[in-house]
Every structure is written in C-alpha cells, then in structure tokens.
C-alpha cells in the first residue's frame, strides 16, 4: 500500500500570509495527486487534481506542484475563508487508493 | 447538477451490521464508479470499495473485504454500502463519492470531485 505523510499537522498562520503544506508518498505516484479541503462537519472539497490542475471554481491562489514522491500545497496570500483542514490524496492505481493524515491550518 | 444524497446517521451495536445509501441525480447513474469512503474522528478519510454501477464490478480495499459489500439498484440510481460485524474503530462518518472515470472503462484510477453528506454511524454498546 502506498502511504501519504502531510506535513505539518497543524499550522498557525495570519490573513495574508503565504503558507505550505508538503505531502509525501512512499513510492512515486507520478503526478497522481490531488488536494482536499475540509471544513468541520462537511465533505472534503476537491481544490487540485493531478498535482496542479485547479478545479473549477478554486481561487487562484491555491498553488500545486510535485511529482514522484513530493508535492506540496501553497497558498500564496491566506483569506478568512481558508482556515480548514487539507489533505492529499493519491490514486496512481484504481485498486487503492490513500489519503495523508491532514494539516489543520489555524489563524495565528 | 450532481448530488449524492446518503441515508441518516445510524447507531449500532458492537457485532451489528448497517447499510448506508447513496441516492445519485443530476447526471446518468451508470455512467461513473461510486466509491465509499469512511473518516473516523480526527482522521483524514479512509477509502474503502468502489462499484461500477454499470456492470456490478466491485473492488474492496484488503481490509474491508468479507465485512464490506457494495451493491446498487440503478432503477433508483441508488448504491448502498453494508457493514457488517461493526466494532468500536468503526465509528465514523461514511461517505459514497462520484469522480470522472466512465463505468465504460476500467484501470483508470480517480479522484473525487463530488461527494455524499456523510452518514455518521456510532458503534458503542
């Protein structure tokens, strides 16, 4: 099984600021990754696919890059609205598929 | 627009079964895998089976199968998930999910775009 590692678990951080959330895999996915948002209480939200394609409707600043073994998740200038938990989540085979653990983003 | 809308939180006892619903509108049912996922408190979420609700094709990831069936009634455009054998770790808020690989194929991999509400089932005795 492939395993996802997120780091960190929770960051702390103001309005404004540009923030990273790295994702590792355990064996190279290629490019077959992608990012999730989460509020409390609701479904996770698809942000990217395939490691930097936004979804539709995403703001542009959410920001994807990686391959093989390391993404990460940028978001270059934090809204109100972005304080959620993330996750990454792999599907490089259709018989498995994986989620990292989470990086809950807090206002500082 | 698509909607995946899953039947109301469940609570069981420990050795109990529990089926969950998923009802699907706003695009043809058969057309796309519906996978089912879980989230235990402070976990991310846990994949668990897909079906293609075309064929019948089921896949379980290993450590659901024998406990885990996927089943599907397309005259509803409905798939259910049942559970059975719940313990205590299997407290958490179920999840049917739809992404973009036709039913018409398969050994495509898939992310998920829509989602289910969640049905949270509790198992405690």
């Known amino acids: 099984d492939i395993q996802m590692t997120q780091s960190p678990s929770t960051l702390s951080a103001s309005i404004g600021d540009r923030v990273t959330i790295t994702c590792r895999a355990s064996?190279?996915?290629?490019?077959?990754l992608a990012w999730y948002q989460q509020k409390p209480g609701t479904a996770p939200k698809l942000l990217i696919y395939?490691?930097?394609i936004l979804e539709n409707g995403v703001p542009s600043r959410f920001i994807g890059s990686g391959s093989g073994t390391e993404f990460t998740l940028t978001i270059s200038s934090l809204q109100p609205d972005d304080f959620a938990t993330y996750y990454c989540?792999?599907?490089?085979?259709?018989?498995?598929?994986?989620f990292g653990q989470g990086t809950r983003l807090e206002l500082k | 627009q698509v909607q995946l809308v899953q039947s109301g939180a469940e609570v069981k006892k420990p050795g109990a079964s529990v089926k969950v619903s998923c009802r699907a509108s706003?695009?043809?049912?058969?057309?796309?895998?519906i996978y089912w996922l879980r989230q235990a408190p402070g976990q991310g979420p846990e994949w668990m089976a897909w079906?293609?609700?075309?064929?019948?094709?089921?896949h379980h990831a290993q450590k659901f199968q024998g406990r885990v069936s996927v089943t599907r009634d397309s005259s509803i455009n409905t798939a259910e998930m049942e559970m059975s054998g719940l313990r205590s770790d299997d407290t958490a808020v179920y999840y049917c999910?739809?992404?973009?690989?036709?039913?018409?194929?398969?050994?495509?991999?898939?992310?998920?775009?829509?989602w289910g509400q969640g049905t949270p089932v509790i198992v405690s005795s």
């Open positions: 999910a739809r992404g973009l690989v036709s039913a018409q194929f398969s050994g495509n991999a898939d992310y998920f775009p829509y």
């Open positions: 706003g695009y043809s049912f058969i057309d796309y895998y």
């Open positions: 079906i293609n609700p075309d064929s019948g094709d089921t």
């Open positions: 064996q190279s996915i290629s490019r077959w």
């Open positions: 395939r490691a930097s």
């Open positions: 989540q792999q599907y490089s085979s259709y018989l498995m598929y994986s």
